[in-house]
Every structure is written in structure tokens, then in C-alpha cells.
């Protein structure tokens, strides 16, 4: 098997074509030409930009130094963070960091830009070595690159979307796996007559021995009004661009037989419903959603964000309706035996701003109308369980504008993934 695996970066390990499909637009705003199709722009992805611009809109040498400029102009505040690292990609370096494989970076991108982008997505803790052309270097060819990276006497393996890193891998002596999900077209790439050929990341995975990976559990809590479904709206989206497939559930709910226990509890009728019968119906809703959803889709690979879960039990039934705790846990343990979140986002609001927030809402639920001595337990409530799973729940402050509070909430996510991922 391989020893040492060399990735390209663009269209390969990551999916960069936002960012530089919108800063090579810019540049051709700035500099008054015409814009390019989407076939064109495609063929950007991967060869160093002066070439590219020099290929493709007929600059010289000067007028594409000119071009790669404004480019920088808006790809360094913006445009290389409109990327996002291909779903498999984590877990198949991870898997390989753990084999002890060598792995490495070729890429026609500046290396101090390659250095970024990898360090921002969390990418480059996995890498040996990273090369790319320097400051000032034009023209890089790929086998220059790979052999600047290429430790001797290995087996190793060039991974790319193009038929640059094919040829690359030829030209090296030694084998390569074109990546069809990247931006190379199919013919190109079966062309250069690859050793392998990958249609997806998980034919990789396959290639190199990589098992499936299983998902993280977060779940999200707090008072009503806190803003969780923002927060968990804006935490999908960063976890699609760090590589994480997401799959959105909730509670009470998240799977048919769930959602129709969801009616009964949390009707805006009264109905004289006991406070065991509404733990044992969350509970009863719990059980179904464990086993045919979280479980499975964890297993699959999912990282599962839910809105509330047991803690949400705890909190409002344990100590809002004020049940014995021991009894909510111990029908939670009957719902669940395996399945408890590996995370809790505990979103922390001021008691005024929380009530504000309530009242504007629409109308209650049938616990929303528990009145406010109950809603001061469930806030003391959720602190308590904060207090004594200090490992578990993150308590983050949720006051502030959601892209604040989103910031907050990604960068306790992040290093609980980061630390998983070390494990
Ligand atoms: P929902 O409309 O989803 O409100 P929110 O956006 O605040 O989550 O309603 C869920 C309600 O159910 C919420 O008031 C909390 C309550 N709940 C419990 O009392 N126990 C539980 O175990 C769960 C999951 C929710």
C-alpha cells in the first residue's frame, strides 16, 4: 500500500470555486475586459493565475502580473475563505495521519496562500509538507512541485483533479488517482491515463483503506427564546465549509411517529395532561428518534445538530414541573441506552431579553404557558446541568448580534471537533 499520499489542493482537497470564480470576475471587472463562461472560469481552478490569465483572456506576462494583483485584492480579505473542504476528505487524512502515511500538498497556488487556507479549515496538522510556487515564481510545474515534497524511496501516490497532477504523477514516476469530483472534466483526466480513478471521496476512502467515520452529536439548548434555530441555521452552514456533512433534527420530533407525539405535547389545548404523562410522551418521542435517526445517521457519518434534547427533560420536567429527577433520568435511560450527545451549545440569555423575546413570539404552546415561576427554574435549571457536566455543555453567552453569538458558538465547536479529531 501507499506510504506517502500527495494531495492538489483546488478541486481536490477543497472546493474552491466561489471564491476564485468571483475574484477572477473582479479582475476582469477592474481591468474593463470581457467576462469569461463558466467552462472557462472552471479551468482556473489549479494551474498557477498569471498562466491562466495568460491562457485564457490573452494577457502577456505584465498584463497577467497586473491581473494577479487585483485578484489578491479581493481574494485576501475575502475570496479564499469562499471555499469549502470536500465531505470524506477530514476523516480520510485522519485516517491516514494515523497510519503513519506521509502525506503532502502540491499545489498550483501560492504556498503562503495554500498555508492559509489550510490552517484556517484546520487542514494542515495532517500535512508533512506543503509546497507550492514562491513569492515572485510565475510559472511552477506540477512535477517541480511534487518533487519538492516527495520523500525518497516511498510509495507514493499523487491525488488530483486535473490532468496537470496526473501528468505531475507520470512525470515523477509514481502512481496517481484522478478525482472526478473535482473540476477536471472526465475525459481530460481519463487521458492522462491515471492509475486510479476515483468518482467521489469514498471511492478513495475505499482505494486507501480509509473505514467509514462515525459523526459527532451536538445538541442545542436553552430557554424558549434564545435564538437556537439562528445559531444552529448559521452553525450548519460553517460546519458544510469545515468538511462536516450535517443533518438537522429536533425534539420533540425529528422522525414521523416522533412528530406526531410532538402534537399532543406541545398542543395549545390544556387537556389536563399530567406532568409524568408529559415527560413519559418526551421520553416515548426520544426513544423513536434515538433508534431511527440519530444513531443511524451518526453511524453513517453525520455530524447531528438537534434541537434540544435530554437536557430539555431535565430542566423541564425535572426541575420546571418539578418531577423527581431521579424518575426523569431514569425513564430518559429506558429511551436511550447508547446516543447521548457527544456536545451541548448551551445558548445563555438575560431573563429580560429572553421574556422579550417570548412575548413577541407567536402563540404559545402549552409550556410556554407555564408562567414565570416555572421559566426561573428551567433558567437556574440549565446552569445546574451546565455546573455539573462541565465536559458536555458549553454555556455560551447569547446576547449580541447572531453573527457575535455565532462566532462564540463556532469556536467552542471547533475545538471540541478539533479535540475528537485528536483522540
Ligand atoms: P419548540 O417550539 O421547539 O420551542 P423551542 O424553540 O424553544 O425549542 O418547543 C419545544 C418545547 O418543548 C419547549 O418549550 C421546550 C419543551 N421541551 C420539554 O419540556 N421537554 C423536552 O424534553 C423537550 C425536548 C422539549
Not at 409550556?367 to 435549571?381: L, N, P, V, Y
Request: glycine fraction near 8%; hydrophobic fraction near 35%.
Amino acid at each position: 500500500m501507499y506510504n506517502a499520499v500527495i494531495f492538489d489542493l483546488d478541486g481536490t482537497l477543497t472546493d474552491s470555486g466561489e471564491g476564485i470564480f468571483n475574484c477572477v470576475r473582479y479582475t476582469l471587472d477592474k481591468m474593463n475586459r470581457p467576462q469569461l463562461d463558466d467552462a472557462t472560469l472552471r479551468r482556473f481552478i489549479g494551474p498557477p493565475l498569471a498562466e491562466s490569465f495568460m491562457n485564457y483572456c490573452g494577457m502577456d506576462e505584465d498584463t497577467a502580473r497586473e491581473a494577479t494583483r487585483f485578484y489578491r485584492e479581493r481574494y485576501v480579505p475575502i475570496g479564499w475563505k469562499e471555499n469549502t473542504v470536500y465531505p470524506g476528505i477530514r476523516a480520510l487524512l485522519r485516517h491516514l495521519k494515523k497510519q503513519g502515511v506521509y502525506l503532502a500538498v502540491a499545489t498550483g497556488k501560492p504556498q503562503t496562500t495554500a498555508q492559509t487556507v489550510l490552517d484556517y479549515f484546520g487542514l494542515s496538522e495532517y500535512m508533512d509538507q506543503i509546497a507550492g510556487p514562491m513569492a515572485g515564481e510565475l510559472h511552477a510545474n506540477k512535477a517541480d512541485l511534487i518533487r519538492r515534497v516527495l520523500p525518497d524511496n516511498c510509495k507514493a501516490l499523487m491525488v488530483g483533479d486535473t490532468a496537470g497532477d496526473v501528468k505531475g504523477g507520470h512525470d515523477t514516476g509514481i502512481d496517481s488517482a484522478a478525482a472526478l469530483w473535482g473540476y477536471g472534466t472526465e475525459e481530460s483526466l481519463l487521458n492522462a491515463k491515471p492509475t486510479h480513478v476515483c468518482k467521489t471521496v469514498s471511492d478513495l476512502m475505499t482505494l486507501l483503506g480509509c473505514p467509514q467515520e462515525k459523526g459527532l452529536f451536538i445538541t442545542f439548548e436553552g430557554v424558549d427564546g434564545c435564538g437556537k434555530t439562528t445559531q444552529m441555521n448559521l452553525l450548519e452552514k460553517q460546519l458544510i465549509h469545515f468538511g462536516y456533512p450535517v443533518y438537522r433534527t429536533r425534539e420533540p420530533g425529528g422522525c414521523p411517529i416522533a412528530e406526531d407525539i410532538r402534537k399532543i405535547v406541545l398542543s395549545q389545548e390544556d387537556g389536563g395532561m399530567c406532568s409524568e404523562t408529559e415527560a413519559l410522551l418526551f421520553a416515548a418521542a426520544r426513544a423513536q428518534h434515538v433508534k431511527q435517526v440519530i444513531l443511524p445517521k451518526t453511524k453513517e457519518g453525520h455530524t447531528v445538530i438537534c434541537d434540544r434534547f435530554v437536557d430539555s427533560s431535565l430542566v423541564y420536567q425535572g426541575m420546571g414541573r418539578e418531577l423527581s429527577m431521579d424518575w426523569v433520568k431514569l425513564i430518559n435511560r429506558i429511551a436511550f441506552e447508547s446516543g447521548a450527545p457527544d456536545m451541548t451549545v448551551l445558548l445563555r440569555l438575560p431573563r429580560e431579553e429572553s421574556l422579550r423575546r417570548r412575548n413577541a413570539s407567536s402563540t404559545p404552546d402549552r409550556i410556554e404557558k407555564a408562567g414565570d415561576a416555572f421559566f426561573a427554574r428551567t433558567e437556574k435549571g440549565f446552569d445546574q446541568l451546565a455546573a455539573e457536566n462541565p465536559d458536555r455543555i458549553i454555556p455560551v453567552d447569547a446576547h449580541g448580534t447572531p453573527d457575535e453569538v455565532a462566532e462564540r458558538v463556532w469556536q467552542a465547536v471547533w475545538a471540541k471537533l478539533k479535540e475528537a479529531a485528536l483522540s
